[in-house]
């Protein structure tokens, strides 16, 4: 893709650091958010501001970063509404990065390209590293959708993502999102167990950590979300309510694929536990709290 300009939807906590690697990049940055104050932030490194979704329907990328693809049809009506009327210039990439439905995302294509009349396909592209990796540019990309659409994407990853992967049709970016969710929604709800047994049982969960970080149980989510366990640092750095939403794309996916996924099923249990505990809101270290809270209930003992 020669052209380098890209409409924005969505400038949250991975949005906004997301769009601003894209200006550093060199790429010609137009945005829309529902709250003013991030597309006021963004115009200061460069941007220009959307008065709404529909007036970016002449970029050659659109990306959206909202939280689930219900929001992501909302806001994207006008512009698929204005492309029924006229069509956009072929090779538009509706670009989806948010963790999605693999099932549903491949719908939304349908209706993009029939509204489109094939001239714009969807490119679900999820990311991982968190807002760290947001910020410094070092995200993967997990991307789904024709190769040669893929393609012409490259530069426009590369501006905030260090691993990029194309993994399949499109919904298979998402599926592999919501397996990185699995290993990281299951690692980080055994991490908290771990630290909560310890602690009640007298033992440092600094030092737990320690050890185990040099053994077989280190992992990068240890190093990333351990030290926030050990200190119950739940200020968000992304909401854990999503790991629910994430984990029931897992269930999904596996029901399609005829897959046992036990693991996943146990974390929705534990996840939609801590959005009843009122935790939705908070980082997804507050999983450890979740568990505090289940430890703390009375249990009936039986013969």
Known sequence: MNEKRAGFVGLGLMGLPMAKNLL???WNVSA???SPGPVEDLEGAGSSKAPDVASLRDFPVIAFML?????IEEAASGLLASWVETPPAAGTAVVVMSSVSPEAVRAFGERVHQASRGHAAVVDAPVSGGTKG????TLAIMAGGAAE???????FFGAMGTTVRHMGPLGSGSLAKACNQLLVGTTTAALAEAAELAERSGMDPAALFEVLAGGLAGSRVLDLVGPRLVRKDYTPTGPARFMHKDLSFVLEA?????AAVPMAAAGVELYAELKRQGLGDLDLAAVRQTISNLSDQPTTKTN
């Open 32 to 34: 829309w958010n529902r």
């Open 24 to 26: 550093r990049a060199g």
């Open 254 to 258: 596996a029901q399609a694929a005829g």
């Open 67 to 71: 939280p689930d693809l219900p929001f």
């Open 149 to 155: 659409d893929f393609g012409r994407l490259e530069a």
């Open 134 to 137: 947001a910020a410094e540019g």
